[in-house]
């Protein structure tokens, strides 16, 4: 598998390849609120993305939750509508191919869901629910085929005694049955993709090395690929041969596994890997772990998306009026410092922020003592927020912060990996 920067030419030799991915949501507002925004507001999945993959190859998708892994898989499988970007599937351009023709491309692309509980027909039986792929696409219409077929394909995932179970309910099934029957029905048609999402996730501790042990076992016999979506490190390690690191609909590193864990690049990257348990005390070490919470992806944080809370941020990263407030309000924890900076700058209502710029009215006679609190403010602030302001400034009655714009952000060869960072 190798890795694309964004605007690069698609790889011809690519199973899967995808350019500049974007995928937003449309956010429902209350009617009279719509006639007093400017624009509609959009939640930000995935906010371009790119990466390829080639046939035999795991990629693992890595974050938290709500940064957009699951997004991508499913708009690769074209369950979702990207927004933007492009999706190339064995070299065919399907980012807005018409339903009637990807659905011929579906028997090469699967997925295996979360939720076992949920993926599975409640009202179909096992048998039924892993066979009627092949009546969809036509590969099989008598009932003595289909079930030919189902029970092989349920001895090779394990779930067994095949005949037993072919017309049971899914409600008479185990959690790791129920996701074996779904790998089942993914993999009848033999594709050559699997988008797996989070496969082991809602199993038992007990038996998720041996799906992951199946699904590898798959794998070799009938040279699958996997986008595997996941948030669990340690389940990435022993599976993925490349990783990419997600935050906030943004991949911030890619590369080999095995290099990325040895020694990662990106802050958040290392922040993930600081917060594994380390049952040994002698080996545990002091942790830099981010601070406060992921940003509202509605209106994500400008120039790159972990800059507020970074251990590692630069003056350029991409400060912004929303991030002065924000001090501004981290500094009212102190009730000292929160009654002088409520006397003399106002409650944080009066306080607009927008883009670049963040300001409130002011009284002519109050300009100078608001302008030089404002500068002693900066000069407690942390180095990289102060270093970034530009200029104070009284415009039309107001007085006004205003930040530097952000570098240019783009990903990096760091080596042998792809880093987005304003470090390197």
């Given at each position: 598998?190798?890795?694309r920067?964004?605007?690069?030419?698609?790889?011809?030799?690519?199973?899967?390849?995808v350019?500049?991915l974007?995928?937003?949501?449309?956010?429902?507002?209350?009617?009279?609120?719509?006639?007093?925004?400017s624009?509609?507001?959009?939640?930000?999945a995935?906010?371009g993305?790119?990466?390829?993959?080639?046939a035999g190859e795991?990629?693992?998708?890595?974050?938290?939750?709500?940064?957009?892994?699951?997004?991508i898989?499913?708009?690769?499988?074209?369950l979702?509508?990207?927004?933007?970007?492009?999706i190339?599937?064995?070299?065919v351009?399907?980012?807005?191919?018409p339903?009637?023709?990807?659905r011929?491309?579906?028997q090469r692309?699967?997925?295996?869901f979360?939720?076992?509980?949920?993926s599975?027909?409640?009202?179909?039986?096992?048998?039924?629910?892993?066979?009627h792929p092949?009546?969809?696409?036509g590969?099989?219409w008598l009932e003595?085929?289909?079930?030919?077929?189902?029970?092989a394909?349920?001895r090779e995932v394990?779930?067994t005694?095949?005949?037993?179970?072919?017309?049971k309910?899914?409600?008479?099934?185990s959690?790791?049955q129920?996701?074996?029957?779904?790998?089942?029905?993914?993999?009848?048609?033999?594709?050559q993709?699997?988008?797996?999402?989070?496969?082991?996730?809602?199993?038992?501790?007990?038996?998720r090395a041996?799906?992951l042990?199946?699904?590898l076992d798959?794998k070799?016999?009938?040279?699958?690929?996997?986008?595997?979506i996941?948030h669990?490190?340690a389940?990435?390690?022993?599976?993925?041969?490349?990783?990419?690191?997600?935050?906030?609909?943004?991949?911030?590193?890619?590369g080999?596994?095995k290099d990325?864990y040895?020694s990662p690049?990106?802050?958040?990257?290392?922040?993930?890997l600081?917060?594994?348990p380390?049952?040994?005390?002698m080996?545990?070490?002091p942790?830099v772990?981010?601070?406060?919470?992921?940003p509202?992806a509605i209106?994500?944080?400008?120039?790159?998306?972990?800059?507020?809370?970074?251990?590692?941020?630069?003056?350029?990263?991409?400060w912004?009026?929303?991030?002065?407030?924000d001090?501004?309000?981290?500094r009212?924890?102190?009730?000292?410092?929160?009654r002088?900076d409520?006397?003399i700058?106002?409650?944080?209502e009066?306080w607009?922020?927008?883009?670049?710029?963040?300001?409130?009215?002011?009284?002519?006679e109050?300009?100078?003592?608001i302008?030089e609190y404002v500068?002693s403010?900066?000069r407690?602030?942390?180095?990289?927020m102060?270093?970034a302001?530009?200029d104070?400034?009284v415009?039309?009655?107001?007085i006004?912060?205003v930040?530097?714009?952000?570098?240019a952000?783009?990903?990096?060869?760091?080596e042998g990996?792809l880093?987005?960072?304003?470090?390197y």
């Amino acid at each position: 598998m190798t890795v694309r920067m964004p605007g690069d030419e698609f790889s011809d030799n690519s199973l899967l390849d995808v350019g500049n991915l974007r995928v937003y949501y449309p956010v429902k507002v209350p009617l009279i609120q719509r006639f007093f925004q400017s624009e509609k507001p959009f939640v930000h999945a995935v906010d371009g993305v790119s990466f390829n993959l080639k046939a035999g190859e795991i990629f693992g998708l890595i974050g938290e939750s709500g940064c957009g892994k699951t997004t991508i898989g499913r708009a690769v499988l074209r369950l979702v509508e990207a927004t933007s970007g492009t999706i190339r599937f064995e070299g065919v351009d399907i980012t807005h191919l018409p339903e009637s023709k990807v659905r011929p491309l579906r028997q090469r692309m699967q997925i295996i869901f979360q939720d076992p509980h949920a993926s599975l027909n409640p009202a179909m039986s096992i048998g039924q629910g892993i066979g009627h792929p092949l009546k969809i696409h036509g590969l099989a219409w008598l009932e003595a085929d289909v079930r030919k077929e189902v029970l092989a394909v349920m001895r090779e995932v394990g779930l067994t005694p095949e005949e037993q179970l072919y017309d049971k309910l899914p409600k008479d099934l185990s959690g790791g049955q129920k996701q074996r029957a779904a790998i089942a029905r993914a993999i009848i048609l033999r594709p050559q993709l699997i988008v797996a999402d989070e496969p082991v996730a809602m199993l038992d501790m007990s038996i998720r090395a041996k799906v992951l042990e199946l699904m590898l076992d798959l794998k070799e016999k009938y040279h699958l690929t996997y986008l595997f979506i996941t948030h669990d490190l340690a389940t990435a390690k022993f599976l993925c041969d490349r990783i990419a690191i997600m935050y906030l609909g943004r991949i911030v590193e890619t590369g080999p596994a095995k290099d990325i864990y040895e020694s990662p690049k990106h802050p958040y990257t290392r922040a993930l890997l600081q917060a594994i348990p380390i049952p040994d005390p002698m080996r545990r070490a002091p942790k830099v772990l981010p601070k406060g919470e992921v940003p509202d992806a509605i209106h994500p944080p400008m120039g790159c998306r972990f800059h507020p809370r970074c251990p590692a941020v630069l003056p350029t990263c991409g400060w912004e009026a929303r991030d002065f407030l924000d001090y501004l309000e981290e500094r009212r924890s102190d009730p000292e410092k929160g009654r002088e900076d409520e006397l003399i700058l106002g409650s944080l209502e009066v306080w607009k922020a927008n883009g670049l710029e963040a300001g409130r009215p002011c009284e002519p006679e109050n300009i100078a003592i608001i302008t030089e609190y404002v500068r002693s403010v900066f000069r407690e602030a942390p180095a990289p927020m102060a270093q970034a302001l530009d200029d104070i400034k009284v415009k039309e009655g107001r007085i006004i912060v205003v930040f530097r714009s952000p570098a240019a952000l783009a990903p990096k060869e760091v080596e042998g990996r792809l880093v987005e960072c304003l470090l390197y």
